[in-house]
């Protein structure tokens, strides 16, 4: 049983429009999130993360948005560029999945492809 | 610094062999974890240690054994590999009281 979803494996978006990849969750005890990014042979690399006392993160191109309320938080890049090219995974933590010891929980990640 | 290592970087092995797969960090993090990523799927918590001596069973722990006799070194033994642990594994690490995990580049194991 999924617990982060990440229902679009793939999204294309043109060069400069904003690129949205969406997760979801279905434990409402998760009360920090992260965006990891993945390009191939490579191990996955922090982007950003939030926690669930807010709403909004930003981090020069990247955003990241919260609805608690929703269990539902996206990742918006803007402008989008080709090097953004690579395998999104949303995860979260929380304190019933040994989030006191770091562990994280991640969803199937989203395949983004920037077109020049 | 290197950050996270992990050697070898590809290994084929066959049905019941064993072998170890080797994970490094030269960051001084308290925590490391090793995670399995099957294809089109997410990562999954296989093992994790929140200091040496002490480790832990993640969410899919049964095939494997971990050992955490240092800081830097989180080595993870498959004793008897079977096809389903063919999968891509990563070692990762992080400070103590954060969620912010450094990944390795990975190992690909096949088990044929």
């Known amino acids: 049983d999924q617990q982060v979803k990440q229902n679009s494996p793939s999204l294309s978006v043109q060069e400069g429009r904003i690129s949205i990849l969406n997760c979801d969750y279905t434990n409402s005890m998760f009360d920090y999130f992260l965006w990891y990014k993945k390009y191939p042979a490579e191990g996955p690399t922090f982007l950003i993360s939030?926690?669930?006392?807010?709403d909004k993160n930003e981090d020069g191109r990247f955003t990241v948005f919260l609805n608690k309320s929703a269990k539902h938080l996206s990742l918006h890049i803007v402008p989008s560029q080709p090097g953004d090219s690579a395998v999104y995974f949303c995860a979260a933590s929380g304190e019933d999945y040994g989030g006191s010891q770091g562990n994280l929980i991640f969803g199937k990640g989203t395949k983004l492809s920037v077109k020049p | 610094n290197a950050g996270v290592t992990q050697t070898p970087k590809f290994r084929i092995l066959k049905i019941g062999q064993s072998m170890t797969l080797q994970c490094t960090q030269d960051?001084?993090?308290?925590?490391m974890y090793w995670y399995r990523q099957d294809p089109g799927m997410g990562l999954k918590l296989i093992y994790y240690?929140?200091?040496?001596?002490?480790?832990d069973k993640g969410e899919v722990p049964n095939g494997y054994n971990v050992s955490r006799s240092t800081t830097e070194d989180f080595p993870l033994r498959l004793e008897l590999a079977a096809p389903s642990q063919t999968s891509v594994y990563f070692c990762?690490?992080?400070?103590?009281?954060?969620?912010?995990?450094?990944f390795g580049p990975g190992t690909r194991l096949t088990v044929l």
């Open positions: 990762a690490s992080s400070y103590k009281g954060t969620l912010k995990q450094f």
């Open positions: 960051m001084n993090h308290n925590y």
């Open positions: 240690s929140v200091g040496a001596g002490i480790t």
């Open positions: 939030i926690s669930s006392i807010k």
